[in-house]
């Protein structure tokens, strides 16, 4: 099963350790699914504005679910997912 869903062609890409860690790449403006719905626990997103190098937003989500993800910012931007210890 792929982990991103709802993703129009070349609009966001995954690179995952399962479980613990996920980096998305939206090239512009979007927004995806991923599944997380066989994790538990919580991950915290942060999100990195790729035109001026600077993390421009922080939240804590909740595993088990589909987790709904759109693209901070219009030129590009990652999403980096890491798993709360």
Known sequence: MDLLTENE??????????????????????????????????????????????????EEINAGNMIDLKAKCKDGCFAVLQRKT
């Open 9 to 58: 062609k070349g609009e966001a890409y995954i690179s995952a350790k399962e479980g613990e860690n996920y980096l998305i790449y939206f090239t512009n403006e979007g927004a995806v699914k991923l599944d997380l719905s066989k994790q538990k626990g919580r991950f915290t997103v942060r999100w990195i504005d790729i035109k001026n190098a600077e993390w421009i937003w922080q």
